[in-house]
């Protein structure tokens, strides 16, 4: 486990198992994905202690908090050592809910679905979607 005092975004995003490789960090980088003060942050910038950052990872968000530097890439265990999720509670249900959504499914050989029947499952998929927000 190696601690370094200076050290890229994107390399500590990687270590700590925010993104699965080095290259997918760099591009959220580039993309304006990670932000520290509302501000983007670009691949090469270097990480300090006592840094929040704000992550969007598709429709999951994260908010970090830097508690220490970690150069190479280490189990799950040892990576939450060097960071605190301040992650809003609600955003947290808000993504596992996602994938809690009703799967519709058609009978097989009714053949694809008419403009009403796309209608009705809309309505029932945002009916869904309004009685969970509540």
């Known amino acids: 486990m190696a601690v370094t005092e200076k050290l890229r975004i994107d390399k500590y995003l990687w270590a700590i198992r925010i993104f699965k490789t080095r290259s997918l960090a760099t591009e959220a980088c580039k993309a304006g994905r990670v932000k520290l003060n509302g501000q983007n942050v670009k691949p090469s910038y270097v990480v300090k202690v006592g ?13 970090i908090h830097v ?19 301040h992650t809003p509670v609600e955003e947290t249900y808000a993504y596992k809910s996602a994938f809690h959504a009703p ?3 058609r009978d097989r050989g009714t053949g694809r679905p008419t403009k009403k029947d796309r ?16």
């Open 51 to 63: 840094e929040t950052y704000s992550i969007q990872k598709g429709i999951e968000r994260k908010v």
């Open 67 to 85: 508690i220490g530097l970690l150069e190479r890439r280490v189990d799950a265990k040892t990576a939450v050592q060097f960071y605190e999720d």
């Open 103 to 105: 799967v519709l499914k």
């Open 119 to 134: 209608r009705e499952i809309d309505d029932l998929q945002s009916d869904w979607l309004d009685d969970d927000e509540v």
